[in-house]
């Protein structure tokens, strides 16, 4: 019959909140789901009795909730009457009859109720939030290498019972001890696999406003952190299991805001990120009650021409780190929080108006105008890890031979990006079929690395025009070999886009407060295509694309490429 190779088994359950059957809640709704999975790998036939297996679990909780607002607001019917929009009265059109008119022999003009305009204004403001949603998930996982049983019914061992219920639904409690304990582990000397933990953090948040009609906001968040656990383990020759290496590593990532500095200059920026760490040296150490203690001693640091707290240095990684987050997001060093993972996830935004054909003379000339602004940032860790030197009994430990401190974590680079797409864009479509279109972007990705104190900053704008025409009812006419012939008739798009582009990229290092153009370009694209469909199921495209680049660094070239083709789409469904 073989042997076992692999076993997985998973398990999902899933509840309905039942919050909107509460009274005054039915505007609210909520799920919860669990899902727990297992898996055992086997290790190869030649060591399998002596290295073992290896078992592997995880555990995924996740939450939704969503609230309609609009259901709330109606219950109240003055708040009904202000949040719904008005419909025009077809019979409003018709003139009164003349006996109908009423005549106002006063000469006095009707008076308005400004008090009550305000504050319906006021209301709808507060009142243009539609819906929220939030959604929420923490899962856990276990990796235990070394396991010398074999599954049988529902993941267990008939004759032991490991790795016991709770695992393979899931659960951690202590598996490494119950394994040793229990016996389940090789007891090999050469034995060299890590035992792991893993844990993943994540929410996101998205709240839909509409102030007035046509005009929609869509503000979101989101945050994601990473840890892993890991420690290698191996029995001596008298069965005592005993634990190396431990570390912990992960990463992380977060919606930011960078707009306050989007449109300053980077050398700017860089210069302010170089003065600004002496203010975040001062705040740090001035927190740190071991170096008040000492004295509050105070040393020049060449690197940063100034004095520095002892153990907190200019190009020291704290100081960069939050010198950095201080600069680039346009907060005040005095006051920027000390807080590399951060808890609130800032929101990102996207804009949409439609109403201006709502205006007669634009009305008469376009079908719908459509305006769009958005932008997204975000703030992320690409990898860290603990510092296996770092003493939390000694918040003062050196590095030896300097005078920087040790920080907690380990961490590679951090990234701040963001991207306005666009900054602005405009849909048109006219009566007459034609449909300009425009858009700015702007994107500007900056990094900060730790292995040689380096910023690498990358900026990018591009400008895209575009403009599309259809042919109404274009006929084609088949002719079989038979003679027999078929018409079809459908429209015919055609669609000119035309992107000028400019990206850079500036190396800049701290240690030196020098800058330099790594790369670069300016670039030109061409994009046209004429779309035809003969049936629901059988359309084609002819297309014809041509950029341009112009490279800014002397030993790169000019550049031009050409692709043109047709391409036949053939669907098989209905």
């Not at 009650?289 to 020049?300: F, I, N």
């Not at 034609?434 to 690395?449: A, D, G, I, Q």
């Not at 190396?507 to 994009?527: A, F, P, T, V, W």
Request: net charge neutral; proline share 4%.
């Amino acid at each position: 019959l073989g042997s076992m190779s692999s076993f997985n088994q998973n398990v999902r359950l899933n509840y309905n909140i039942p919050i909107n059957k509460l009274p005054f809640l039915d505007w609210v709704t909520s799920n919860a789901s669990y899902n727990a999975n297992y898996r055992w790998t086997a290790s190869s036939r030649s060591t399998q009795n002596i290295m073992g297996n290896i078992n592997e679990n995880e555990a995924t909780l996740q939450l939704n909730a969503n609230a309609d607002l609009t259901k709330l607001y109606n219950k109240v019917p003055y708040f009904k009457e202000i949040t719904t929009p008005k419909r025009q009265n077809r019979n409003s059109r018709q003139p009164k009859k003349e006996e109908e008119v009423a005549i106002d022999t006063t000469g006095k003009a009707p008076g308005k109720n400004y008090g009550k305009i305000i504050g319906d204004g006021a209301l709808k403001i507060l009142l243009s939030v539609k819906k929220v949603s939030f959604s929420m998930s923490e899962s856990n996982g276990v990796s235990l290498p070394g396991y010398m049983f074999e599954p049988d019914y529902i993941g267990l061992n008939a004759m032991s019972g490991a790795p016991g219920l709770g695992f393979v639904l899931g659960g951690n409690n202590n598996i490494i001890d119950k394994a040793i304990n229990g016996n389940w582990l090789t007891t090999d000397t050469t034995f060299n696999q890590p035992y792991s933990e893993r844990f993943n953090s994540t929410y996101n948040y998205k709240v839909t406003l509409e102030p007035f009609q046509d005009f929609k906001i869509d503000v979101s968040g989101n945050r994601t952190y990473v840890e892993t656990f890991s420690e290698y383990f191996r029995a001596d020759n008298n069965g005592v299991f005993h634990f190396y290496t431990p570390t912990n590593g992960g990463n992380f990532s977060i919606s930011h805001m960078m707009a306050a500095t989007s449109f300053k200059d980077g050398d700017m920026l860089f210069e302010e990120l170089l003065k600004n760490r002496q203010d975040i040296a001062m705040r740090l150490a001035s927190q740190n009650a071991l170096w008040v203690e000492m004295g509050s001693p105070m040393v020049y640091d060449t690197l940063g021409n100034g004095m520095y707290p002892y153990g907190f240095g200019a190009n020291s990684q704290d100081v960069l780190t939050y010198a950095f987050i201080a600069t680039y997001s346009g907060q005040d060093p005095n006051s920027v929080g000390f807080e590399v993972f951060k808890k609130v996830a800032l929101p990102n935004w996207t804009l949409n108006f439609s109403g201006l054909t709502r205006i007669p003379a634009l009305k008469k000339i376009f079908k719908t105008i459509n305006i769009t602004h958005s932008y997204r940032s975000n703030y992320s860790i690409s990898s860290w890890a603990t510092n296996i030197n770092y003493d939390a009994n000694n918040s003062m430990l050196m590095y030896e031979g300097t005078s920087i401190r040790i920080p907690e974590y380990d961490m590679a680079q951090i990234v701040v990006s963001e991207q306005y797409a666009p900054l602005i864009g405009m849909t048109l479509a006219l009566h007459s079929n034609l449909s300009p279109s425009f858009e700015f972007r702007k994107s500007r990705t900056v990094t900060l690395s730790f292995m040689n104190n380096q910023l690498t900053e990358t900026a990018g704008r591009e400008i895209i025009i575009g403009c599309g025409y259809t042919f109404k009812d274009i006929g084609i006419v088949f002719t079989s070999m038979g003679g027999n012939s078929s018409k079809t008739s459908n429209d015919l798009t055609l669609k000119l886009d035309i992107g000028f582009r400019k990206d850079m990229t500036v190396l800049r290092s701290i240690d030196e407060d020098y800058s330099q153009i790594s790369s670069g370009q300016n670039k030109i694209n061409i994009y046209l295509t004429a779309d035809y469909d003969f049936s629901s199921r059988l359309g084609m495209q002819a297309f014809f694309k041509h950029d341009v680049t112009d490279p800014f660094i002397a030993n790169s070239f000019k550049t031009s490429n050409t692709f043109a083709g047709v391409t036949l789409r053939f669907s098989l469904t209905q």
